[in-house]
């Protein structure tokens, strides 16, 4: 099966590319292994107890697409910046409580291999 | 994929793209042939002796710098367009036209834009 990542950089609700990502991954799933790597502001979207009142909650969505089989890691240092700390113990497949269910933390190296084992790659950014 | 183009058009201090930008090519580079391209205000990045103590931030021309495995193209019409051309820029980089530029982006296997 081919692979795919996507890249995003923005936070959620400020640009509608978190809820393209979501669409683009469900869609794509039918066919690519699906990587989702979360950088800098991005790193905000997993983040539980959102409130958005007239947009879809960024990070239900993004949960439920790791029980589908997509893989979400966020950036290390971009999370650590915006408060976002990994913890040793994995819970419900996360490890940040502040984090919703199936999105860890972890190093930016990860990016890198996603990238290689890629066929394609979609960068969401402005 | 085997070869990635990092593109960046905003400047270096203010905000996190540049910086993001250098440390996912860097980490990058054992694993996939890296490109940095710079467009837009991405040029400045590239000038020397920038002093960035003040900001309290890293000087991120010398971090460039360090790289010296990093493959960095400079966008030359977006240097003229800022009246730069006159200035002192690193050493690790090569200045290319706007033909040559897209022609390195477009035979990349994937571009990410900061």
Partial sequence: MKTLTIVLTDGPYISEYAETAYKLAEAALQEYKVNIFLYLDAVHIPKKGQDPSFFTNAGQLFSGLTVKGVIIRACARCAAARGYLPEEEIIQGSNCRDYFPGIQITSLYELSEMLSESDRVISLSR | ?114
Avoid: W
């Fill in chain 2, 1 to 114: 994929m085997k070869s990635v183009f990092y593109l960046l058009d905003t400047v270096p201090y203010g905000n996190e793209k540049a910086f993001g930008a250098l440390n996912a090519a860097a980490v990058s580079l054992s694993r996939i042939d890296v490109t940095l391209g710079l467009y837009g205000d991405g040029v400045y990045l590239v000038i020397a002796g920038q002093d960035s103590r003040k900001l309290g931030l890293p000087n991120l021309a010398d971090i460039l710098y360090a790289y010296g495995e990093l493959r960095v193209l400079v966008h030359e019409p977006s240097v003229v367009e800022r009246g730069l051309f006159g200035e002192t820029f690193i050493e690790t980089l090569e200045l290319v036209d706007e033909e040559d530029f897209f022609e390195v982006m477009e035979s990349s296997d994937c571009v990410i834009s900061f």
